[in-house]
């Protein structure tokens, strides 16, 4: 399966671009020039994420984590836990969910 999330050119590169997936909020941004595909759910408590340097940052209650890998850097979420991301690619010019390859 591929869904088409958006053009990468509308990706910023220090922020994060919100699209639907499927009903859920995922975060689009860019990491050392590649975008990536992030839930929008801190694995704390679900609060909503934000971007803040090269951290997500939840809303709620502060955890961290960074925004390549999603691993968390700072509680109150579990030291182990990592955000959820998304197998994408690039194609035709848009960043194109993967599932399945």
Not at 3 to 32: H, M, Q, S, W, Y
Request: glycine fraction near 10%; aromatic fraction near 6%.
């Amino acid at each position: 399966m591929k869904l088409a999330l958006c053009k990468v050119e509308d990706i910023p590169a220090d922020k994060t671009k919100t699209v639907d997936f499927f009903g859920r909020e995922v975060l689009l941004t860019t990491v050392n020039g590649k975008p990536k595909a992030i839930l929008n759910i801190c694995m704390h408590l679900g609060g909503p994420m934000r971007r803040e340097g090269d951290k997500l940052v939840c809303e709620w209650h502060g955890a961290e984590f960074e925004c390549g890998q999603g691993k968390c850097l700072k509680g109150p979420a579990d030291r182990d836990s990592r955000l959820i991301t998304f197998p994408t690619r690039i194609e035709n010019g848009m960043l194109t969910y993967v599932y399945g390859e």
